[in-house]
């Protein structure tokens, strides 16, 4: 019996089938078919008779699939076969083919059944096929061969890509993506993971046949096969190209200044960081535009709405192809790897291009401050305090230069960065500790008060004194912090003194800024009740600066007569050094004049300086206060100091500062 003789002989495709039929001649051609049930498939078959099934029902086969239908001389199922329908649309099937006799001619019947009208008996399977119909109905799709050419797509795919199956299917994955280096790195990335047997996941951007750009979230997975030949890639892409413009578009909010198009200090820093880390390097160049609201106020409109915009012309044809930013208002840096000469230059080239008024023009200039990395600091934050210092050196000058700070400069700017840092550490861990200098009663020869100081040694930078430990606190904000802790240090010590029969006075140092806190009175007040300390306890010294400030606030006089009337005492510090005035002395409740050391150290030297110490005790006692003098080094300054009337002394002569213990001591 012939091969022919063993065939089913079919006269007509089975048109009561609810499922797709055709039948195919041996050379691809569709012969005859029904779309069966397939409501939306209204394409007449009559217009596709006798045309290549790839062309029309079947445009995603490729061609080994295709051969092996056609040749088959048995009955075969092929899964996952996307039939084509109206407007290129695509139905995920299982597809059974049979070689038949149609018209005494071999050929092949084959019916297409939609994944979704099959239910398995196996739930795994099923569960399997469930997901796959997920994916493919969520998601667009692509599978690639192990060469990279793409084997399959789905819908999705195309219609966002603009490609078409026959189009498609055979062309390398490289060409779905721009061809700009950053994309082509993206690339090799996601095929050197998917080639080592690894999951690849990211957002990525992608090309469009008609080469528009959109972006994705791809997914890649391996599917490996023990014949490499066999291997496959499967990407799941998500279109993420809204988002992606939504994000820029807020980014360009966020760091983008609108007014000159640079980018802000926001985006500086960022730019920056990543340099850093790249290790790369490069100056950076801080201008700030000198006397700028004095000429707004001198040139009104024009200054307002067209100086900058023709500054930041000049910057941009002066330094072509570097990155630039705006800081604030007047002030923009520049990111280059050019020499200082060069950057020098922009000097004279401003006075090259001036800025015209009309016909008038105005007189710009800048200050300037060249910042290397990583010659001089390594860190955004660092950079940025070194370009103010510098430019504020620039402005101390006169203005309309561009400088570089010493070696020595900058190895002073990390230090105080260093401290800040380790600071804040030794806040957080409560690593400062409290020394205690006695106060000597030049009348009774007892010590009845005692004047807490604060000392840190840290176990990084090692000690820090209090002459540069202050200014830097008082700079950061932090000396409201080491005020408050050695506040509560005082009060327990004073308590626990008291307790022990005793009764000493303490007094701390307080600044301006703390006492800018409406809330600082009721803090001390709390801190005292806390503890259990009562407020005669407690002595408060302030500075001539201070007390200068003070006499202009009258939220700072108020909270200090606030203390004042629960027993709190104020102690005038370093009289003599500061901004002494009159009138002050009236207005703030102070009750002790501390007489400066450097007043202290003089007195044996000459005349001059005794009349002039003598001059202020007098002037202490007119006005009711009790006087000390500080830094008493020796015998003959107490006995001096005894002889004018000073009521207690202070210093090394009596004792250095001393922990609590070695006090007790003392007295005893």
């Given at each position: 019996m012939t091969k022919e003789q063993n065939l089913t002989t079919i006269n007509e495709p089975i048109h009561i089938s609810p499922f797709p039929v055709f039948l195919v001649s041996t050379d691809g051609l569709l012969l005859n078919g029904h779309f069966g049930e397939l409501a939306y498939a209204t394409t007449d078959i009559d217009e596709l008779k006798f045309q290549p099934i790839t062309e029309t029902l079947f445009t995603m086969l490729n061609t080994d699939e295709l051969e092996t239908i056609l040749k088959s001389e048995q009955s075969m199922c092929f899964q996952n076969i996307e039939l084509s329908i109206k407007n290129n649309d695509l139905i995920h099937s299982t597809l059974y083919t049979k070689p038949v006799i149609y018209?005494?001619?071999?050929?092949?019947?084959?019916?297409?059944?939609?994944?979704?009208?099959?239910?398995?008996?196996?739930?795994?399977?099923?569960?399997?096929?469930?997901?796959?119909?997920?994916?493919?109905?969520?998601?667009?799709?692509?599978?690639?061969?192990?060469?990279?050419?793409?084997v399959q797509t789905n819908q999705r795919f195309l219609t966002t890509s603009h490609w078409t199956p026959k189009r498609v299917l055979g062309k390398n994955f490289w060409q779905l993506f721009p061809t700009d280096e950053e994309n082509v790195k993206e690339v090799k990335q996601v095929w050197k993971t998917i080639q080592n047997g690894n999951i690849w996941q990211g957002a990525i951007q992608k090309i469009t046949k008609d080469e528009q750009l959109y972006w994705v979230h791809l997914t890649a997975i391996p599917m490996l096969s023990q014949n490499p030949i066999n291997n496959r890639f499967f990407f799941i892409e998500q279109d993420i190209t809204n988002e992606k413009m939504l994000q820029n578009r807020l980014e360009k909010i966020a760091y983008i200044d609108p007014e000159t198009g640079m980018i802000n200090v926001h985006r500086l820093e960022q730019v920056i960081t990543q340099m850093i880390e790249e290790?790369?390097?490069?100056?950076?160049?801080?201008?700030?535009?000198?006397?700028?609201?004095?000429?707004?106020?001198?040139?009104?409109?024009?200054?307002?709405?067209?100086?900058?915009?023709?500054?930041?012309?000049?910057?941009?044809?002066?330094?072509?192809?570097?990155?630039?930013?705006?800081?604030?208002?007047?002030?923009?840096?520049?990111?280059?790897?050019?020499?200082?000469?060069?950057?020098?230059?922009?000097?004279?080239?401003?006075?090259?291009?001036?800025?015209?008024?009309?016909?008038?023009?105005?007189?710009?200039?800048?200050?300037?401050?060249?910042?290397?990395?990583?010659?001089?600091?390594?860190?955004?934050?660092?950079?940025?305090?070194?370009?103010?210092a510098t430019i504020n050196s620039v402005r101390e000058a006169g203005g309309d230069n561009i400088m570089s700070l010493s070696n020595a400069s900058h190895k002073a700017l990390s230090r105080k960065s260093i401290v800040e840092k380790r600071l804040l550490l030794a806040l957080d861990q409560r690593n400062l500790h409290v020394l205690y200098q006695p106060k000597l009663d030049l009348k009774t020869k007892q010590i009845t008060s005692v004047e807490a100081l604060v000392r840190w040694e840290d176990e990084e930078i090692g000690v820090v004194s209090p002459d540069e430990l202050i200014p830097i606190a008082e700079e950061t904000g932090l000396i409201n912090n080491i005020g408050s802790f050695m506040l509560e240090k005082a009060c327990e010590q004073a308590v626990a003194w008291k307790n022990a029969g005793l009764p000493i006075t303490v007094s701390i140092n307080s600044s301006v800024r703390e006492f800018r806190d409406k809330n600082m009175a009721k803090s001390i007040l709390e801190?005292?009740?806390?503890?259990?300390?009562?407020?005669?306890?407690?002595?408060?010294?302030?500075?001539?600066?201070?007390?200068?400030?003070?006499?202009?606030?009258?939220?700072?006089?108020?909270?200090?007569?606030?203390?004042?009337?629960?027993?709190?005492?104020?102690?005038?510090?370093?009289?003599?050094?500061?901004?002494?005035?009159?009138?002050?002395?009236?207005?703030?409740?102070?009750?002790?004049?501390?007489?400066?050391?450097?007043?202290?150290?003089?007195?044996?030297?000459?005349?001059?300086?005794?009349?002039?110490?003598?001059?202020?005790?007098?002037?202490?006692?007119?006005?009711?206060?009790?006087?000390?003098?500080?830094?008493?080094?020796?015998?003959?300054?107490?006995?001096?100091?005894?002889?004018?009337?000073?009521?207690?002394?202070?210093g090394y002569y009596i004792s250095k500062p001393v922990t609590n213990n070695e006090i007790s001591n003392i007295i005893k």
């Open positions: 018209q005494q001619k071999q050929a092949i019947r084959m019916i297409c059944i939609p994944t979704d009208a099959i239910r398995l008996m196996d739930d795994d399977q099923q569960n399997l096929i469930d997901l796959k119909n997920g994916i493919q109905n969520s998601f667009m799709t692509v599978t690639l061969d192990n060469d990279g050419f793409i290790e790369r390097h490069f100056s950076f160049v801080y201008l700030s535009i000198d006397k700028f609201y004095t000429i707004k106020d001198l040139h009104g409109d024009f200054a307002e709405n067209s100086l900058i915009l023709e500054f930041t012309k000049r910057m941009k044809m002066y330094f072509q192809d570097s990155t630039m930013a705006r800081i604030n208002e007047n002030d923009f840096v520049v990111i280059t790897p050019l020499p200082e000469w060069f950057t020098h230059g922009f000097l004279s080239y401003l006075l090259q291009h001036p800025i015209y008024n009309g016909n008038v023009a105005i007189p710009v200039s800048i200050s300037g401050g060249i910042t290397r990395f990583p010659e001089d600091q390594s860190t955004f934050a660092h950079i940025m305090k070194a370009s103010l801190t005292l009740e806390r503890t259990g300390c009562p407020a005669n306890l407690l002595q408060i010294e302030i500075t001539e600066k201070f007390a200068l400030q003070a006499e202009a606030e009258t939220g700072i006089i108020k909270q200090m007569r606030v203390l004042e009337d629960e027993g709190i005492v104020f102690a005038l510090d370093d009289f003599g050094t500061g901004y002494a005035s009159f009138r002050y002395m009236q207005l703030l409740p102070i009750s002790i004049l501390k007489i400066d050391q450097t007043f202290t150290n003089t007195l044996l030297k000459s005349d001059k300086s005794r009349q002039l110490v003598h001059g202020m005790v007098q002037f202490g006692k007119s006005m009711n206060l009790t006087i000390i003098a500080e830094g008493v080094e020796t015998e003959e300054q107490q006995k001096l100091l005894e002889s004018y009337g000073c009521d207690a002394a202070q």
